[in-house]
């Protein structure tokens, strides 16, 4: 009898482990950001920028993309 109870004990302590470790990977699966998302973000912040304050950054981005640059 008191082999069953600590068989019982063992079982529920394994079992509220293994949910409290699902939830906590399932809950930082869903806060994860890509790297799209930062590079989405940075776009969406250069196009609400006027004109004038994008001049500056927007050839320096595109300059950024050229495969000849050896930096």
Do not use: W
């Not at 470790?21 to 998302?37: C, H, N, P, Q, S």
């Not at 776009?43 to 001049?55: D, M, V």
Request: aromatic share 8%; net charge positive.
């Amino acid at each position: 009898m008191i082999a069953i109870q600590g068989a019982v004990f063992i079982f529920t302590v394994l079992a509220i482990a293994c949910g409290g470790a699902l939830g906590t990977v399932l809950f930082r699966e869903r806060r994860k950001t890509g790297i799209y998302d930062g590079i989405e973000n940075f776009r969406r912040h250069i196009e609400a920028l006027s004109p004038e304050a994008r001049r500056n950054v927007v050839p320096r981005n595109v300059n950024s993309n050229d495969p000849t640059d050896n930096r």
